[in-house]
């Protein structure tokens, strides 16, 4: 049976942040962690209507399910005639609790309690801080953890991907935009809307808000960190 897409519009991540300090970095991922960001992903209903055993077929086999359609970003119009990648950028920089580039580890995926979606965390290191917190700085750990992924259970490939889903290979480089969630008792962010995107020898893979492909990480910050200067940001909601 061909897997359609489900038309839902989410992505999303969250990310726990650990000094650089730490004697053993980020540990394994924790059952009370895992039941943590279950609720978060819960509460914005990105979730199967059914068990992923009873889901569709991938070409290959596995059981699962893909999501497309995102929804627009949050706006902020800017004065009649400015272009459209300033738009994006200024987006970008004023709506992002974080930007960071960060380098990836290593990742683990695990099948809901509801056996209806898969969450995977990703360990990776800040390489670099475009904006942050003054808590999260180069250098630290964090862990992100994103709808999505794939399990083998009780011999069965479940998969659920979205179509922009990137794998986050050991030592790939990413730039994150990062949304903040308060109140968990602990440091880490939500993002519904954005994309990460992946750099190559410190240049964009592929076109991202309008940055070309090729574009040099410095161009790509320099150009971030100068829109604050230019344009304020809305207050904090």
Known sequence: MALAATGLAFLALVVLSC????????????????????????????????PLYLADSFPDGAKGLLIGGYPPRTAWFLPPGTPSATQEHYN????????????????????????RAILTRTRLKVLDVIKAPPALAAGDQIAVVRF????????????????????????????LKL??????????????????????????????????????????????????????CPPPR
Not at 202 to 209: G, K, Q, S
Request: glycine share 8%; charged share 25%.
């Open 19 to 50: 000094p650089a300090t730490a004697a053993a970095g980020i540990g394994d991922w924790r059952a009370d962690q895992i039941r943590q960001a279950e609720e978060e992903f819960a509460s914005v209903k990105v979730l199967s209507r059914q």
């Open 92 to 115: 970008s920089y004023c709506f992002s609790e974080a930007l960071v580039l960060a380098q990836t580890q290593d990742s683990q995926s695990v099948l809901t309690s509801d056996d």
């Open 148 to 175: 999505g992924g794939e399990v083998l259970d009780h011999g069965e490939r479940l998969r659920v991907r979205d179509d922009g889903w990137s794998d986050f290979s050991p030592g790939h480089v990413y730039l």
């Open 179 to 232: 949304q903040s969630v308060q109140g968990r008792g602990m440091d880490h962010y939500f993002s519904l809307i954005y994309r990460e995107t992946a750099f190559a020898d410190l240049r964009l893979v592929r076109e991202w808000d309008e940055f070309a492909a090729g574009t040099p990480y410095g161009d790509v910050k320099t150009e971030l960190l100068s829109l604050p200067n230019r344009y304020a």
